[in-house]
């Protein structure tokens, strides 16, 4: 038994001293002595936050009522200010660093523009429940396999997605660093769909299904736009990396489209316009002039009785 103990050990040993040379080596894969660095964990909870802020009553373990929805919401968001200007705080400065290397420990006008960030998210936080509002609406008038709008809420990954993109986008646009793309990286993992915080999409927005869809960074969707499982939104080539970053690559949809299972459109320049309904399986790398309906020439489906195995 210490024969096998002694062994273990020296195993280990050597294991460790392989793996810290290797962080040596590899100083893109690790961050020793970092003193800010962004929090995955805090800020999935700031997303359970929000959805509580956002959806009172739905989310909550204690029960809300109108006589202390004020009192619940006072707390709730005095939590959410403290812990999302932390990790506004630690991604700004973790961000400097990155780009001059040491600079953020030293950022003071940093935590200032955390906390302008903070709050100017906060304020937007109605405006956010507005658009929400709509998407649930939306959601639930297209979907006649749908109960009630609580259902959507309660069990629709669509609605998570967008839930999460929605505020993801709007510190996006705020310019704070790697919390955005946490969230939706989040909303991924736990849903299939994939919506880039930069992406800019409109009111009424409806994902049916939703799994295997992606939505890419500069997509631009208009408003009542209807968007089924296994859709891209996507680049027509990502060669050269990333001399293709702030250049507009993935498509337009106007207003009032529907895009079917598993179509494919591709490319910055292209525009799917207003009123159009885009058939299932499709592959797009042209813009559609409006109101027009695309499918693809069907396929000759054949049906035959299968071959009956000869008596012995």
Known sequence: MEQAKCKRDSFLTGLVDELVESYQKEKSMQHLDA???????????????LRRLLFPGFFDEQRVTSENVRFHVGDLLSALHDK?????????????????????DECDKCDRIALDATENFLQQLPEIRKLLADDVLATFEGDPASASMDEN????????????????????????????RIMTEYAHNETGI??????????????????????GETCIIGNNVKIYQG????????????????????????????????????????TIGENSTIGGAVFITQSIPANSTVSMDNLDLKIKPKRQKKAK
């Not at 800020?43 to 936050?49: A, S, V, Y």
């Not at 999302?84 to 660093?97: I, K, T, V, W």
């Not at 809420?153 to 955005?180: K, M, N």
């Not at 859709?231 to 079917?260: C, F």
């Open 35 to 49: 003193i800010f660095l962004p929090s995955r964990v805090k800020t999935i909870e700031i997303i359970e936050m």
């Open 84 to 104: 999302l200007y932390d990790q506004c705080r630690q991604a700004m400065r973790y961000s400097l660093n990155v780009r001059e290397d040491g600079l953020g």
């Open 194 to 215: 994939d919506i880039h915080p930069g992406a800019k999409i409109g009111r009424r927005f409806c994902v049916d299904h939703g799994t295997g869809i992606v939505i």
């Open 231 to 270: 859709v891209t939104l996507g680049a027509l080539s990502t060669k050269g990396g990333q001399d293709w970053k702030g250049m507009q690559r993935h498509p337009k949809i106007e207003d009032n489209v529907t895009i079917y299972g598993g179509a494919i459109i591709l490319g910055g320049a292209t």
């Open 153 to 180: 809420i309660f069990c629709y990954p669509g609605i998570d997605a967008i839930f999460i993109y929605r505020v993801a986008h709007v510190l996006q646009e705020l310019d704070v660093p790697l919390l955005p």
